[in-house]
């Protein structure tokens, strides 16, 4: 089974009303279009997180009228980070439902790109802040802002999905202890929430000493298997994962199990 | 022998005057301080960078009269990088002398700070943007900058030295090339400056998944061992050295080889 959203380039930088109908119409076209598959593909959903509680609505919606396994957010809205308390209430929801919420990259907001990324060619520029380097740095800063919030204290079954093998996170898990408890302020040391709240696929980052970093760091059970089709070869994916240094239960749970454990999803229904 | 610097808290963020004062005092303090130990230790040169003429004959003045084995500069100079024309002469002056430029971590760019960082306690918003996290992505963004400048196309002999199993770089080496040299118009691809400009150290890092994404993308040659001492320690490092997963003749290459050839240490003299 694929998961499939129709997000980017993402209702996050919308108008809160402009967002909502967009989200809505995505969802709906997506939904539609998968209904004659249900055994082969299923959704995420778009969300319009200017609005909150109509975020958590449509995400519910989603997956009660039409299956849907979750929801797929595009990074900060317009400089805000979902640690912020406007945003708990999708949060909260995607806990009641117990389904995750995977964190796409997005540009990081204008002030950084002006500080640490200007003065190249426009192209250079578009990619060194987005799917060269910035993408990457923005979502793993994303995902610190969620745990040194205390999101996860406050809903310890959240699951967040991060790509690219955990958008550079997995290079500076111990590091990042260095913020102990007593200063942090959080039930866990940051490097448990890496380990016990996040989820890791690969999208297109079909690289083996960056595929070990992360397994060496969170183990087998918190990795799956994606293509980032059609961005990056199906093939190519296919190919990696046939080969990567693992046992094969490990290979198994990468390709499929993992995934359909945090999905919900059940494999006779699957195919 | 052990490479010591006076550098920190850095010269990089002061009016120019006070930092050349400071450079000149705190390089002939250190060259003083040293003189009694010429096999023991040796010095990497403090350089006031706002002024990069008089730093380059100040790199020159310590490395003639004192035997200094480079620089260390504490990344940019009140949000300008070394990749700006401006400070070429430093680098030129580093490569005429074939000794390295140590680039020590610094706090990002206050617009850094406060779009990716701010919102937390004190303590932490120091910590994340800094020796937690936002230092190591600041001194890679700053790589990518003499990259992406073609400072290394200018001075292809020229090596930069950078610290914490290469500041999050070994990770995202691959996906650098997303940037082909069609686009960067540069002489070779990203991820060949990282392997033949830049060599790596422990800093502190001693975490085996992250050397090994390291090692397994650069290879031996470019990896030197550090303590950071005082601030991590030394008998951490030397165990974690004893235990790396590499031959024993990698292990010698590591331990102190690679430091030797790349700072011109005669083995013979040292102890």
């Known amino acids: ?36 598959y249900p055994t082969r593909f299923a959704g995420f959903s778009a969300l319009p997180t200017a609005t909150p509680d109509k975020a958590a609505k449509e995400l519910e919606r989603m997956v009660r009228q039409h299956g849907f396994k979750g929801a797929v957010i595009n990074g900060h809205n317009r400089g805000r980070y ?28 204008r002030p950084v790109i002006e500080a640490s990324y200007a003065g190249f060619s426009p192209i250079v520029m578009e990619m060194l802040s987005g799917a060269g380097w910035g993408w990457h740095i923005e979502t ?29 996170l997995p290079f500076m898990l111990q590091r990042l202890d260095v913020m102990p408890m007593a200063m942090t302020k959080l039930n866990r040391p940051i490097s448990a929430y890496l380990r016990e709240n996040v989820h890791y696929t690969f999208s297109g980052f079909n690289f083996t000493p960056t595929f070990l970093n992360l397994l060496l760091q969170v ?13 990056a070869s199906m093939e190519e994916a296919r190919r990696f994962l046939d080969h990567l240094p693992v046992s094969s239960a490990d290979r198994e ?19």
Not at 17 to 28: I, S, T
């Open 140 to 168: 793993a800063i994303h995902v610190l802002h969620l745990v040194l919030r205390g999101v996860f204290d406050q809903y310890p079954r959240l699951q967040i999905v991060i790509g690219h093998m955990g958008e550079g």
């Open 219 to 231: 183990g087998a059970d918190r990795i799956m298997f994606s293509a980032d089709y059609p961005y």
């Open 82 to 109: 979902l640690d912020d308390r406007f945003f708990w209430p999708i949060l909260e929801c995607a806990q009641a439902l117990n389904l995750p919420i995977y964190l796409h990259p997005t540009q990081p907001p």
């Open 1 to 36: 089974m694929q998961v499939l959203s129709l997000t980017s380039p993402g209702t996050e930088q919308l108008e809160a009303d402009e967002a909502m109908v967009l989200a809505h119409e995505a969802n709906d076209f997506l939904a539609d279009s998968l209904k004659n």
């Open 253 to 271: 749970r990468i390709a499929h199990e993992n995934a359909e454990s945090l999905l919900g999803i059940s494999r006779e229904t699957t195919t």
